[in-house]
């Protein structure tokens, strides 16, 4: 039975966005409530505030913090994490309109895992075809249709779309989850709120 | 019997810092770990990179998240909070001096608690000087002796050297909170960890 469902938004480059799309499911699935998997791209986002690159590469006290702090949460969660010194943010194009072709949640979520666990727990370069041809022959996928889908001005479209959509409903950052009722939940450590504030508010609806 | 001390460095005009200040006294005592009061101004620091206005007003999506989450988390939390709206952030320069001319952990937390909750769940001006007096005399404190030492160049000089020091500790937001092994975290939201963090390395060590 679903209490309701929670909406994530993730980049591919985002550190913390992999520590919840570690940790969404088994947590969603305790509480009964179902997840939608929502990739976008934080770059254009980002440019808006006026920043060409990451705010943890531009504010460097922050990015030198964010980068402790991801290995102690990591630690404490039993999630394995590499710093990523040099190749911070990694590019996520590829793997965002990748994910836009997958036809189920579970799917789209199967890979999203893997390619932040390339990235952030092996090390691999994720805008390279080759690393996310691998993953997607791991996971029993047509890689080859999926390239080309990826690259069709409707999955371009989509990306574009998702990123303005995210914008529209003040994301500022990744991960971000939004409620049924339209809450917005920004990071990490408040996926737990978020995932109460859904269950909450469809019990006593 | 201490577990250890944990070092609670803060803004006077930080909303987060206000959840951090009711919440650190009980939580510590039932850690056994004692806790300092260090306030700091987060302006100069935030000048440094470029801003000069909190990151809140500067950029607007984040600014309206933050009223949010603070609304969200006072809520969870039972401490009472009112919006900011127009009047943030507020100045803190003078609730700062006077914080380090009280001579005692004990005084100094009770004043910083005072201001904190005049200013968040009362919505009054900290930088006025008569809602100033009134804390520190409901408080028992001489106010004109304590008002005539805060314009000293003694105490003009901490208040920077605090802010100095916090910059060179690496914190570039509030609150902070550092543990006797240098390690630093930030936001209301990692409290618990840094307690933590301090009563697991003391004991182990």
Same mark, same amino acid.
């Given at each position: 039975? &679903?209490? =309701?469902?929670?909406?994530?938004?993730?980049?591919?480059?985002?550190?913390?966005?992999? +520590?919840? %799309?570690? !940790? /969404?499911?088994?947590?969603?699935?305790?509480?009964?409530?179902?997840?939608?998997?929502?990739?976008?791209?934080?770059?254009?986002?980002?440019?808006?505030?006026?920043?060409?690159?990451?705010?943890?590469?531009?504010?460097?006290?922050?990015?030198?913090?964010?980068?402790?702090?991801?290995?102690?949460?990591?630690? &404490?969660? =039993?999630?394995?994490?590499?710093?990523?010194?040099?190749?911070?943010?990694?590019?996520? +194009?590829? %793997?965002? !309109? /990748?994910?836009?072709?997958?036809?189920?949640?579970?799917?789209?979520?199967?890979?999203?895992?893997?390619?932040?666990?390339?990235?952030?727990?092996?090390?691999?370069?994720?805008?390279?075809?080759?690393?996310?041809?691998?993953?997607?022959?791991?996971?029993?996928?047509?890689?080859?249709?999926?390239?080309?889908?990826?690259?069709?001005?409707?999955?371009?479209?989509?990306?574009?779309?998702?990123?303005?959509?995210?914008?529209?409903?003040?994301?500022?950052?990744?991960?971000?989850?939004?409620?049924?009722?339209?809450?917005?939940?920004?990071?990490?450590?408040?996926?737990?709120?978020?995932?109460?504030?859904?269950?909450?508010?469809?019990?006593?609806?």
């Amino acid at each position: 039975m &679903n209490a =309701g469902s929670l909406e994530f938004w993730y980049d591919f480059a985002s550190t913390y966005s992999y +520590l919840a %799309a570690e !940790r /969404i499911q088994p947590l969603a699935q305790s509480k009964g409530v179902a997840v939608s998997w929502h990739p976008f791209l934080l770059g254009p986002i980002f440019q808006k505030q006026g920043w060409d690159n990451s705010p943890f590469n531009i504010y460097k006290a922050k990015g030198e913090y964010m980068r402790r702090d991801m290995e102690r949460s990591a630690e &404490n969660y =039993g999630i394995p994490f590499l710093r990523c010194e040099d190749t911070f943010p990694a590019n996520g +194009l590829l %793997a965002a !309109r /990748i994910t836009l072709c997958l036809l189920t949640e579970e799917q789209q979520a199967a890979f999203t895992q893997a390619v932040y666990r390339a990235q952030f727990a092996q090390g691999e370069d994720i805008s390279d075809r080759a690393i996310i041809q691998a993953i997607l022959e791991r996971l029993g996928h047509d890689a080859e249709k999926l390239f080309t889908q990826a690259k069709s001005a409707n999955i371009k479209q989509r990306l574009f779309d998702n990123t303005a959509q995210a914008q529209a409903k003040g994301i500022f950052g990744a991960p971000s989850f939004i409620t049924p009722d339209g809450e917005l939940f920004w990071g990490d450590d408040r996926l737990e709120q978020a995932l109460d504030w859904v269950q909450k508010t469809t019990l006593t609806a």
